[in-house]
């Protein structure tokens, strides 16, 4: 069996700590990113097995672009998340959500065609 994608590794991990991190905030405050937590923990943990990579640069983006707005003063967690998201969709090998179809071998023997019957005759 073969290793885990950085895609997938990233959307387990983060997905998870993302979604513990917004249910702990609750008992805080209602504050909108704990709901943004939540939701994407969640989604991390459910694309974790069908679509990774995507997740993984969607989060990369958004969180990217929450820490150079700043509007929560969270910045660097925040960086942090999104710039690891970058990483592993770029290390991450394959389709964008996709199965792939595997392509034929290229040493495959060519069947050859039926002769004829005349040519087959007249020989």
């Known amino acids: 069996m073969a290793p885990p994608s950085p895609a997938r590794l990233f959307a387990t991990l983060v997905g998870a700590v993302l979604f513990v991190a917004g249910i702990a905030g609750f008992f805080q405050d209602l504050d909108w ?7 994407s923990g969640a989604a991390g943990l459910l694309l974790a097995a069908a679509a990774p990579r995507p997740y993984a640069l969607c989060i990369g983006v ?3 672009a929450l820490a150079v707005t700043d509007f929560s003063n969270r910045g ?3 960086l942090l998340v999104g710039l690891l998201g970058l990483a592993a969709f770029a290390a ?4 964008f ?6 392509k034929e071998p290229r ?5 050859l065609k039926p ?3 005349a040519a087959a005759k007249g020989s």
């Open 33 to 39: 990113l704990n709901y943004l937590y939540v939701a």
């Open 62 to 64: 958004i969180y990217t």
């Open 76 to 78: 660097w967690p925040h």
């Open 92 to 95: 991450s090998r394959g389709s």
């Open 97 to 102: 959500g996709t199965s792939r179809v595997p």
């Open 107 to 111: 040493n495959r023997p060519r069947r």
């Open 115 to 117: 002769r004829a019957k």
